[in-house]
């Protein structure tokens, strides 16, 4: 009998506390992307919510994005008001959230993290995120993780660009 890594039992409990409803998936292999992530559960892509955690100026921000979409990190700086966001790195990381990239979830932080989302996963009647390591898993709604989170919804994508000779 294995034992479950402390990160995901960890998420188990945070989960509950927060009202969550999804039971945690242990999936085979890491899923780190979304795409992995969406091939091992049969989804849409579009249907997994990356944690992603930004760097501003020291402080971190959480962008629960859908796997379709990437992020324009200075369109959504600027629509988020902060000067700058970076690709958070892996000491960061873990000092903000206590997970590993690819693992991160959208809660049980040691801290409170400023979390946004990305509109686009209501657009899914099931929505899957991190678990708290990157082969875990969990089945929620856009809903239950905005309640979870406290998230503010914030479009993650480049504002469209004006037609050429228009």
């Not at 959230?97 to 690819?102: A, S, W």
Request: hydrophobic letters at 40%.
């Amino acid at each position: 009998m294995s034992t479950e890594h402390t990160s995901i039992t960890s998420f188990r409990g945070e989960l509950t506390r927060r009202g969550g409803t999804g039971d945690v998936v242990i999936l085979p292999d890491s899923a780190h992307t979304a795409a992995l992530a969406a091939a091992a559960l049969g989804c849409e892509v579009g249907a997994i919510a990356n944690s992603l955690l930004f760097d501003a100026g020291g402080e971190p921000v959480l962008v629960l994005t859908s796997g379709a979409h990437r992020v324009d990190t200075a369109a959504l700086a600027r629509r988020i008001g902060v000067g700058r966001l970076k690709r958070a790195d892996p000491e960061f990381v873990r000092r903000h959230t206590g997970q590993v990239i690819g693992g991160v979830s959208p809660i049980d932080h040691p801290e409170p993290v400023r979390t946004w989302i990305d509109p686009w996963l209501r657009r899914h009647d099931v929505v899957w995120a991190a678990a708290g390591h990157p082969a875990a898993v969990f089945p929620t709604t856009y809903d239950e993780l905005v309640t979870m989170t406290g998230a503010v919804e914030v479009d993650v994508e480049a504002d469209p660009s004006p037609q050429d000779g228009a």
